[in-house]
Antibody
Framework: EVQLMESGGALVQPGGSLRLSCAASGFTFGSYWMTWVRQAPGKGLEWVANIKQGGSETYYVDSVKGRFTISRDNAKKSLFLQMNSLRAEDTAVYYC?????????WGQGTLVTVSS | DIQLTQSPSSVSASVGDRVTITCRASRVITSWLAWYQQKPGKAPKLLIYGISSLQSGVPSRFSGSGSGTDFTLTISSLQPEDFATYYCQQANSFLSFGGGTKVDVK
């Protein structure tokens, strides 16, 4: 059974940093593109970033470019999202998901709240 | 980037109704259009990918169609477990989601 488990969400002050993790199991992690999608409270879904199987290619939504970094450790079957210079508008539930063209497996999400 | 506009933003329906949700793209999408269902407090669930391919395990009352810039998700006979919010998503040019359509009880 495919399982994705996010962690690392917390309350952080504006300008602060946070590192999210996503632990994967039940599938060949290194064979899949991986993606972060977020959802602000009461709002819709927003693609944030994705990373190719070997980590050689990464892509970001414009609003996080230069502030967020997606990475992965295939040996540990883990996906990461380093978030710096956090803003109030980054407040959201962050989901990790498998895939590039569509996302067939999702974690349960981790809540990031940016507030003073 | 491609913008996706869903309509309606909400629809009230009854069990057994046929429900149609539209997703209009700002530019032509050739094949990478997917649909998701999300219930409150839960992660989204993939229903349809590649415009019309049904994800494994998804009931056949869900179907997707369309081409060019106009796409449709149809629920042929609404069931109690189908009350949820639905999102379209494209991967033709970067990645983006539609704003969502909430299906609630009439």
């Amino acid at each position: 059974e495919v399982q994705l488990m996010e962690s690392g969400g917390a309350l952080v002050q504006p300008g602060g940093s946070l590192r999210l993790s996503c632990a994967a199991s039940g599938f060949t992690f290194g064979s899949y593109w991986m993606t972060w999608v977020r959802q602000a409270p009461g709002k819709g879904l927003e693609w944030v970033a994705n990373i190719k199987q070997g980590g050689s290619e990464t892509y970001y939504v414009d609003s996080v470019k230069g502030r967020f970094t997606i990475s992965r450790d295939n040996a540990k079957k883990s996906l990461f999202l380093q978030m710096n210079s956090l803003r109030a508008e980054d407040t959201a539930v962050y989901y990790c998901a498998t895939g590039y063209y569509h996302y067939d497996n999702w974690g349960q999400g981790t809540l990031v709240t940016v507030s003073s | 980037d491609i913008q996706l506009t869903q309509s309606p933003s909400s629809v009230s329906a009854s069990v057994g109704d046929r429900v149609t949700i539209t997703c209009r793209a700002s530019r032509v999408i050739t094949s990478w259009l997917a649909w998701y269902q999300q219930k409150p407090g839960k992660a989204p669930k993939l229903l349809i990918y590649g415009i019309s391919s049904l994800q494994s395990g998804v009931p056949s009352r869900f179907s997707g169609s369309g081409s060019g810039t106009d796409f449709t998700l149809t629920i042929s006979s609404l069931q109690p477990e189908d009350f949820a919010t639905y999102y379209c998503q494209q991967a033709n040019s970067f990645l983006s989601f539609g704003g969502g359509t909430k299906v609630d009880v009439k």
